[in-house]
């Protein structure tokens, strides 16, 4: 089979669905078969579920071997017992979460009664059970719950519960925000359903494996992307991990969010809420120009969910619904005069965009006690989202494209999960989880958008059609994961397996634009007097998109050993193998008709526990971590191989130019050398170097704090870089080449190209982070969560291939050129969230009533503003590529920063009622950046530097930044209101 060049090998849609089906069917056949087995193979089991652990002793403190001891969650019918083993330990793992109860019994021994376990996802409860003589018609009841010290955890994360879910302010309505609130961690909340912004995780920019139930959740493309967005309505928990964790979990060098869905129980429970926006109420947006009319940022939502029992200990049905709208208006901010000038009817190029998002979101899961051995739960969840009005034309600025420059936006996510949970035997339990996310989006022409062609005036508008229109992005990754835990004395063996197959289509915006210098240069078009009056005509076309396939697996094997009675080790190795897509055979550039696939991703892995006393624990660990690569590194080189396949062209200067239109003519252009990106032959996975120290002291039963060190060193990092610059005229005063703008085959290493981008592996980085944390557990009504990081990034290259940035390095034949503070270096960082509802009891019964219900929940966060490159206002190296981000002489990467970040989010509930004594009508008020803190994420760094050589050093800075504030991702005071009901 031959194939036209520029297009890649790919099998026919029909083919590869039918290959997949017969695929995936006999995979998952293999992986059930293999999970039966009474041998220690593969997967994630602590993703969703939790543990209990610990030791029988006498009052000699020897172990008890033959206990018998019992577990209960009553909520959900579930039991499960055990002996212990010869020295007194005893496990369970891959318990639901939920609260449960702990008995232990053994003939001469009062029988031990241990209730309100709380299990939250990924906990290991160590619950100690000390007996004393006596009949075993005794019992003897322990109070309190878990230890506050787990002296069986060696990572660093929290996890945020059901409390705090359903109380903790979230103005936006997108609980992806709550991966802020985790130690080690820092970056900005997103006032819309993406993902937080600038998010620092181990040094690194938005390295985070998103999950949900422990399965994909996690959009390929680029570093840092959830899939699909959640609704806060069925949210059980969240399970965060910073840093350090077990082999069982991989693709990522940062951070692993994990959202639990909720279930049904033997309670019927549910909610409904109704939320709206006061505008009146609502700040000024940050930056908003005084003279700028207030735009209406509305919002309203509806959500409700449900869980009961439909057989009772065996059954259970939960189901959610939300409807969420919101205004995003953008004001446009053409001048009336230029509107009249440029025929631009009022309105058109008046008020704000109609910007307005539609979000529904649906949940519907079912769980099942197949047998007392047997849980299986299945969940469907499904999300739409119509937005009209969602991105304006580019080449401008938003508040200069008229209503006729803006496209709609249309995004669909449907996701099937499920879970198996098999006892084979008390020492044998199976897991298998597998799930099928499909998310779609597409930017189009709207019912305003102008028919083409776009015409953008230099400053001034853009009007009569978009050039953002006609993209989409499609996923499915099909998913599975298999596990085995064998308890074999001391230890706990776990081995898993698992696999995603990625199908991925991506295609661009196709739109056809002219660019004038100024209002008058259009209206001499317009007439006819002078159609070559534009700077610039541009086409692009991409009607069929490009569709690619990757496969993405692995397997860990590891093991818990309870070594001595104060000292847990975990150790383990992980391999991962992220296979690429198939390359195009007929590439022109040579780079990209070949793909490589690393092999050599083995992660050894070790950790422990040590309990200097009952009170103080000591972890330590550390390991190699693989990053999943983003597939836009394969996607890049496909898509830009030099044979232009999207039909990019541009032509400038055209008055007495053949083959240039006359405006408005459309006509097709024979393309330039090419601009191409490809990735570098030897490619490798990049990886990190973790390691952690952390002590933790239980200050009293339900406080603790830990002190922590945190070191990350990136390795094998993806960087960018032009290898297609012409040979160097000269050099700056601090040693970076200037690259001639002639070119010809004696000056260019592939004269037939032109900038060739390549996808470079080798970049370096170091994180040193110093943690302080504080978890107050529930009591008297109140719940905390703090930490304080200090810490600082340094690397050598820019992040590449990340949702917020994708910038080459400066200075080619010296990457230490770029060797400065990393883009997401913020020296400090302090989160805190907590929940109180204040315990009344008095005598008066008004003030009784007056002081009682009232729940109060409060979010912090403080940050060190963010890094910022001191650019030039004009290009000094001669490298196209690196516009605008061409740095002044002597001026390192990322020097500047914003100012430090202040905000507080604030909650009130209050229970109106308590009617059949659990339905309770609720009001709400919640307040996001409660104080109005201006904070501001970008600056205007530019400085003029100067170009004549007769004044001076070429580069050097005549006039500083001014260091004022430009843009923000971050929202003013946000005020909300709300009613409830919950059951």
């Known amino acids: 089979m031959t194939c036209p060049v520029g297009k890649p090998v790919i099998s026919p849609p029909e083919n590869r669905a039918l290959i997949f089906g017969i695929r995936f069917f006999l995979l998952t056949l293999l992986l059930l078969v293999l999970g039966m087995a009474p041998v220690a193979v593969w997967a994630q089991s602590q993703a969703i579920n939790a543990t209990i652990r610990g030791r029988v002793t006498d009052p000699t403190g020897a172990g008890v071997p033959d206990a018998t001891v019992t577990i209960s969650q009553p909520a959900r019918g579930i039991s499960r017992s055990l002996n212990t083993g010869p020295e007194g330990y005893y496990i369970f793992p891959n318990l639901p979460l939920g609260t449960y109860w702990v008995s232990v019994k053994k003939e001469g021994f009062a029988a031990l009664q241990h209730p309100d376990i709380v299990l939250a996802a990924g906990t290991e409860a160590v ?39 359903l109380n903790l302010p979230l103005t936006s309505r997108n609980p992806y925000n709550f991966i802020l609130f985790q130690p080690g961690v820092s970056g900005h909340p997103n006032p819309e ?59 990522t060098s940062g951070n692993i969010y994990n959202v639990i869905t909720n279930s049904g129980t033997n309670i019927f ?117 119509q937005f009209p009005a969602n991105t304006s034309s580019s080449g401008i600025s938003a508040g200069l494209s008229a209503l006729d420059a803006w496209s709609d936006f249309r995004d669909r996510a449907h996701v099937i999960g499920t879970q198996w949970i098999s006892s084979i035997s008390p020492n044998l339990l199976n897991e298998f989880r597998m799930s099928w996310p499909y998310r779609q989006n597409t930017h189009f022409p709207g019912a305003l958008t102008g028919p083409g062609p776009v015409i953008l005036v230099s400053g001034v508008a853009a009007f009569n059609g978009t050039n953002a229109a006609g993209d989409r992005f499609a996923e499915k990754i099909p998913n599975a994961n298999e ?107 040579i780079f990209s008709r070949k793909f490589d696939t690393p092999n050599g991703n083995l992660a050894p892995r070790v950790g422990f526990s ?102 990350t060193g990136g390795r094998h990092l993806v960087f960018l870089r032009n290898m297609n610059l012409i040979n160097p005229t000269g050099l700056l005063a601090d040693g970076r080449p200037i690259f001639s703008s002639t070119v010809s085959a004696a000056t260019r290493l592939y004269p037939q190209f032109n900038n060739i981008t390549l996808q470079d592996a080798g970049a370096n980085s170091s994180y040193n982070g110093l943690l302080l944390t504080w978890q107050h557990r529930l009591s008297r009504g109140l719940e905390v969560s703090a930490s304080y990081t200090f810490s600082h990034t340094v690397s050598d290259a820019p992040e590449a291939n990340s949702f917020e940035q994708n910038l080459p390095i400066e200075d080619t034949t010296n990457r230490l050129r770029d060797r400065g503070n990393s883009s997401v270096d913020r020296p400090q960082a302090v989160t805190l969230s907590a929940v109180l509802e204040p315990q009344v009891k008095l005598k008066n019964r008004v003030f009784n009533k007056l002081l009682s219900d009232n729940m109060f929940a409060i979010l912090g966060n403080f ?70 803190h201006p904070n501001v994420t970008s600056i205007n760094a530019t400085a003029t530097v100067n170009t004549d050589p007769t004044k001076g050093l070429v580069g050097s800075i005549t006039k500083p930044a001014t260091l004022v504030p430009t843009s923000t991702v971050l929202e003013g005071r946000i005020v909300q209101f709300g009613v409830g009901l919950r059951w």
């Open 127 to 165: 619950i100690d059970a000390p007996l004393k003589l006596g009949a075993v018609t005794e019992s003897v009841e322990v109070r309190g719950g878990a230890p506050m010290v787990d002296p069986a955890r060696v990572n660093l994360g929290r996890t945020i519960d059901e409390r705090e879910i």
């Open 193 to 251: 359903l993406g993902i937080p912004r600038t998010i620092n995780t181990n040094g690194l920019m938005d390295r985070i494996n998103y999950q949900m139930d422990g399965m994909v959740d996690t959009q390929t493309d680029r570093y840092g992307l959830r899939l699909f967005p959640i609704s806060d309505t069925y949210v059980k928990e969240v399970e965060t991990v910073a840093n350090s964790f077990a082999p069982e979990f991989g693709g």
């Open 269 to 385: 429970h549910g909610m409904f809420t109704w939320i709206r926006r006061s505008v009146d109420a609502t700040a000024r947006p940050i930056l908003l120009s005084p003279t700028a009319k207030k735009p209406g940022l509305k919002l309203q939502d509806f959500a409700t969910n449900a869980g009961a029992p439909i057989i009772k200990d065996k059954l259970f049905v939960f189901g959610a619904y939300e409807h969420l709208t919101r205004g995003v208006p953008t004001p446009i901010t053409i001048l009336p005069t230029n509107a009249a000038g440029l025929g631009i009817p009022s309105s058109l190029a008046g008020g704000s965009s109609p910007g307005v998002l539609h979000g529904q979101f649906l949940n519907a899961r079912v769980d099942w006690n197949v047998t007392p051995r047997n849980q299986v739960f299945l969940r469907y969840n499904y999300f739409r989202n």
């Open 483 to 589: 596990n085995l835990t064998w308890i074999r004395g001391r230890h706990s063996f776990k081995g898993g397996f698992s696999l995603s197959d990625i199908i991925d289509l991506q295609r661009f915006v196709s739109f056809n634009q002219y660019t004038f210098p100024s209002v008058a240069a259009y209206q001499s078009a317009k007439s006819g007097a002078d159609p070559y009056a534009y700077t610039t005509f541009s086409t692009q076309s991409d009607p069929s998109g490009l569709h690619y396939r990757s496969l993405f697996w692995g397997f860990y094997l590891q093991d818990s050993w309870q070594a001595t009675p104060n000292l847990l080790l975990i150790y383990g190795l992980r391999y991962d193998r992220y296979q690429p897509p198939e390359a195009n055979p007929n590439a022109p550039f």
């Open 610 to 711: 040590y309990r200097i006393s009952d009170k103080t624990v000591l972890r330590a660990s550390t390991g190699i971590f693989f990053d999943a690569p983003p597939t836009n590194i394969w996607f890049n080189t496909l898509n830009a191989d030099g044979s232009n396949r999207i039909g990019n062209a541009s032509i400038s200067g055209c008055k007495g130019v053949a083959g240039c239109p006359a405006f408005p003519a459309i006509v097709s252009l024979t393309p330039p050398a090419q601009d191409v990106t490809t990735v570098v032959p030897n490619y490798k996975n990049a990886s990190t170097v973790n390691a952690s120290l952390q002590i933790s002291r239980e200050l009293s039963v339900n406080d603790v704090v830990s002190v922590g060190y945190v070191f």
């Open 863 to 932: 940050s060190s503003g963010d890094a910022q490159n001191i650019v030039a206002n004009h290009r000094l190296n001669g490298d196209s590529t690196t516009d605008p981000v061409t740095r002044p002489l002597f001026v390192g990467r990322n020097t500047a920063r914003t100012p430090n970040i202040y905000q507080v989010d604030l909650r009130y509930t209050r229970a109106i009622a308590r009617l059949w004594e659990r339905v309770t009508p609720q009001f709400s008020v919640e307040a996001n950046n409660l104080f109005n």
